[in-house]
């Protein structure tokens, strides 16, 4: 498989932008919910743990147009960031990352604006206090002090990782990327199952620091393997080695992608659990996006002469073309990419739109029109 031309992704990327084109006017004072009904995506302030996407879209677009549409919009957006931040809304979770990473942390880099890098380096903080050194874990959800919760990693904090890493670069604090350091090696060895699988989620015992039990959260049950979890954990190993030079994360993260592709159905668009290959069981088209990313991430970090490289740069290309067929019509819909799922044991977000979905379809197609710095 020949890789995308430049005329092909010129193309698609046009394809997304009329589509944030559209739906802007919506979303400059507020959000999208983090799933569509019906393909429509209801306005929400800046409460959720998806926020971080949108903003995280206007990025994009403003790094590939220099359009100033786009870089207003992320501006006011990131304001309400640093207010949330300050006001500490709907901040005890580990989501501070997906959150502040595309949106502050990446205003910072983008426009130097130090309002938005004393908003990141606050949610680093709050990410931060969720870290548990006897476990060596950073809680998932809800209150510190809740024993229920406590000890419970997933999958999904691998990306909000880099938000530590990032805040160990910016002030040379090493408390940051000590933590980031020990939860990894924790979800390396018990996220990760034998078979190159991922559990959701993981139990410790913050007693003792020793490993409960693996569960599922969104999964179809507690021995399968969630789509998007295996996906967010194939990108995650990948930028864990990118902040952290550890070879066995790149060769952790491959194994990961092995699994994930050789369950792939032949249109190359994952079903929403891995346990299904076939059939009528609905796709992710937000997990396909997500592991087109860690795909295009992994081939950064293996040599030339690695013989699985091409067979991943071809996975994630045919990954990304397979996404544009999935695509929201032009009139109906505020969002980018139809069929995906956000949760389907609550029934919530089934073949809908979802913002994180939007957000890594776009980032792969910049990642493979130009040599583009990650916010991650």
Sequence with gaps: MAPPTAAELDDAIA???????????????????????????????????????????????????????????AEQQVESFVER??????????????????????AWRLTGDTEARRAGLAAAELLLARFDPVSGVIQAWGDLNDPEQA?????????????????????????????????LDQASRYLVRPDASTFHTFHMDTRTGAPSHGTTHQGHSDDSCWARGQAWGIYGFALGHLHSGRE??????????????????????????????????PRDTSAAAIAACGLLELVRHLPLSDPDRGLYARAAWGMTRALAAHLTPLEGSNGVLAEAVYHMPNQIGISECCIWGDYFYLEALVRMRRIWRPYW
């Design 151 to 183: 000890g419970r990693m997933i999958i999904d904090c691998n990306l909000n990782l880099p938000l530590l890493y990032w805040a160990t670069e910016e002030t040379g604090d090493a408390r940051f990327r000590t933590a980031a350091e020990r939860h």
């Design 15 to 73: 394809q997304v932008l009329a589509r944030l084109d559209r739906a802007l006017p919506q979303f400059s004072g507020s959000f999208p919910a983090p799933s569509s009904e019906r393909l429509i995506y209801p306005a929400i302030g800046n409460v959720e743990w998806t926020n971080g996407f949108w903003t995280g879209l206007m990025w994009l677009a403003w790094e590939l147009t220099g359009a100033e549409r786009y870089r207003s919009a």
């Design 85 to 106: 931040a300050d006001r500490r809304v709907n901040v005890e979770h580990h989501d501070l990352g997906f959150l502040y990473t595309p949106s502050a942390c990446a």
């Design 248 to 281: 066995d994360l790149v060769a952790l993260a491959a194994r990961l992608a092995n699994y994930f592709l050789n369950r792939l159905p032949d249109d190359l668009v994952c079903r929403w659990d891995l346990i299904f290959t076939g059939g009528d069981a």
